[in-house]
């Protein structure tokens, strides 16, 4: 059975910096990546990382935000810098399996709240 567990969202003030991380199990993944949700707003990707860790992220976070894994096993993290209270959203890991062309597992999400 396939797992995400994500932790280490939560409050900081703008300008501030948070870091994500996401646990899976279950598989062998593709790629993970980091979604997230603002109230309101559809769903958007923030950022992505294959197994052999090529990176894409959306053009409007591209210097702020970090995504990286661990070698070996199915971690990854997002680092968040000079965070705004526009990237207050919850924020959602994701998993893509190893045939898929979409993301198909789903973590539960972490609020991340950005105070001005």
């Known amino acids: 059975q396939v797992q995400l567990v994500e932790s280490g969202g939560g409050l900081v003030e703008a300008g501030g910096s948070l870091r994500l991380s996401c646990a899976a199990s279950?598989?062998?993944?593709?790629?993970m990546g980091w979604f997230r949700q603002a109230p309101g707003k559809q769903r958007e990707l923030v950022a992505g990382i294959t197994r052999g860790g090529i990176t894409n992220y959306a053009d409007s976070l591209k210097g702020r935000f970090t995504i990286s894994r661990e070698k070996g096993n199915n971690t990854v993290y997002l680092q968040m810098d000079t965070l705004k209270p526009e990237d207050t959203a919850v924020y959602y890991c994701a998993a893509k399996c190893w045939v898929c062309q979409e993301y198909n597992f789903w973590g539960q999400g972490t609020q991340v709240t950005v105070s001005s």
């Open positions: 279950g598989s062998i993944f593709k790629a």
